[in-house]
Nanobody, 122 residues
Framework: QLHLVESGGGLAQAGGSLRLSCAASGRTFGSYAMGWFRQAPGRVREFVAAMRWSGSNTYYADSVKGRFTISRDNAKNTVYLQMNSLKPEDTAVYYC???????????????WGQGTQVTVSS
């Protein structure tokens, strides 16, 4: 079992930045691919970013490419999502997830955090 806890959400102004963290405990964190997803009110959950366990490959949704950066520190069992140039449409609950491969499909991930709210005001 892998337990994931997100933090770092909050309120930001458009154009601002936030950094989300996802701390893992339990099984070997370093063997998992990690992903970030988000869900806005009334909308389906969508893929944001993902990376392999080694950190050698990163993947992003087109909507965040160039603005968001996923990274990980396996020594700290933590994955991060640096969000810059935030837009009101980035407002959502953000979830981190762990799985075998860094895909954009939520069904490919085995473990999920409880989510952290990000609100971007215009």
């Amino acid at each position: 079992q892998l337990h994931l806890v997100e933090s770092g959400g909050g309120l930001a102004q458009a154009g601002g930045s936030l950094r989300l963290s996802c701390a893992a405990s339990g099984r070997t964190f370093g063997s998992y691919a990690m992903g970030w997803f988000r869900q806005a009110p009334g909308r389906v959950r969508e893929f944001v970013a993902a990376m392999r366990w080694s950190g050698s490959n990163t993947y992003y949704a087109d909507s965040v490419k160039g603005r968001f950066t996923i990274s990980r520190d396996n020594a700290k069992n933590t994955v991060y999502l640096q969000m810059n140039s935030l837009k009101p449409e980035d407002t959502a609950v953000y979830y981190c997830a762990a799985g075998r491969n860094p895909t954009g499909w939520g069904s490919d991930y085995d473990y999920w955090g409880q989510g952290t709210q990000v609100t971007v005001s215009s």
